[in-house]
């Protein structure tokens, strides 16, 4: 599989390395507004052409997946242009700033016979199934509560404070919290209660957010782009709990049983090595374009969908409007 990327920026260079590492995907075409910084990374990454526009690579009738690797407030414009020019697509997470553009980016690639995934990529990691295996054994008995936090010190990233350029740690963050949970409680949503701390650029600096589901379940989730945190998931059963080391890239997954005099280990599973991380969402990618889907089974069209309508209700709340929206 010929694979392109579009936007030569830092996660792009994750990308790269990604897929060099991978014997059945071919580093083929970077595309920038820069045609000097396009070279650059084809030298760096061994990419066999490179592109000094996103709308040239486009044109290269070779291309059989492409990666969207702009900010947020560009991926709905050039995912559509990737499908209207009959690629398939691989669009970094969060598909899109809110439910409309998604839906108009599903539609598009349905109508077209096209694949299009969201590159959320602890949906794809192995570790989803570990975990998935682990509730589902009963182990901790009936889970009641989710609990998970995510932060890095990147408030001085453009991207992040810009909200031209849908900034704030909602879309960046926060999109990892709230899969999480999704992941382990579902989606049937009763109530979502959120409230953020601005920046001075009036994007969310950081996230709580508590979501109530009709069973009866809860989750409690915290994102901030101050400061490193833990990054630590809770699972917590009526006779023990699950720690996941690391919600955004699972190392470790920890099974303890209560006990009077402290929490007992029963099980620690460690996470198979990777090349980065992403490799599962490419391999997904290849996999269903093989069989002619326009969707990853992993990450559904309709899962997108529900995950950036909880994001809506989240800013809705926030009161954050974007200016281009």
Same mark, same amino acid.
């Given at each position: ?13 994750? /990308? ?6 991978? +014997?059945? @995907?071919? %580093?083929?075409? *970077? $595309? ?5 910084? =396009? ?85 794809? /990691? ?6 998935? +295996?682990? @509730?589902? %054994?009963?182990? *901790? $008995? ?5 609990? =998970? ?177």
């Amino acid at each position: 599989m010929k694979m392109a990327i579009l936007g030569a920026g830092g996660i792009a260079g994750i /990308m790269a390395t990604t897929i060099a590492g991978i +014997d059945s @995907v071919e %580093s083929y075409a *970077i $595309g920038s507004r820069d045609k000097k910084k =396009a070279e650059d990374f084809a030298n760096k990454y061994g990419f066999s052409k490179s592109y000094g526009s996103y709308e040239e690579m486009l044109e290269d009738d070779q291309i059989d997946l492409v990666y969207i690797a702009v900010p947020h407030s560009h991926h709905e414009k050039w995912t559509l242009a990737a499908l209207n020019a009959g690629k398939n697509v691989l669009c970094e997470k969060p598909m899109a700033v809110n439910e409309t553009q998604v839906r108009n980016m599903c539609s598009l690639a349905k109508e077209k016979g096209l694949l299009l995934a969201e590159a959320i990529w602890t949906r794809y /990691m192995p570790s989803r199934k570990l975990i998935d +295996d682990i @509730v589902k %054994s009963g182990i *901790i $008995g009936e889970v009641k509560t989710v609990s =998970a936090n995510l932060g890095y010190k990147i408030d001085m990233n453009e991207r992040m404070i810009k909200p031209e350029l849908a900034g704030g740690s909602l879309l960046d963050l926060s999109v990892y919290t709230l899969n999480f949970a999704s992941m382990i409680l579902g989606d049937d949503i009763k109530r979502i209660t959120a409230s953020c701390v601005m920046t001075e650029t009036f994007v969310d600096g950081q996230d709580n957010i508590m979501i109530e589901y009709n069973n009866g379940c809860m989750a409690s989730l915290f994102a901030t782009m101050y400061s490193l945190t833990d990054r630590m998931g809770l699972i917590c059963g009526t006779e023990g709990f699950v720690q996941v080391q690391n919600i955004n890239n699972p190392e470790k997954i920890t099974v303890f049983s209560p006990d009077r005099n402290g929490p007992k280990i029963i099980k620690e599973i460690m996470v198979p090595k990777q090349i980065t991380g992403y490799e599962y969402e490419v391999m997904a990618c290849e996999k269903a374009i093989k069989e002619g889907l326009t969707e990853c089974p992993d990450m559904p069209h309709e899962q997108t969908l529900e995950i950036t309508r909880q994001m809506d209700i989240i800013r809705k709340q926030f009161g954050i409007k974007y200016p281009f929206e």
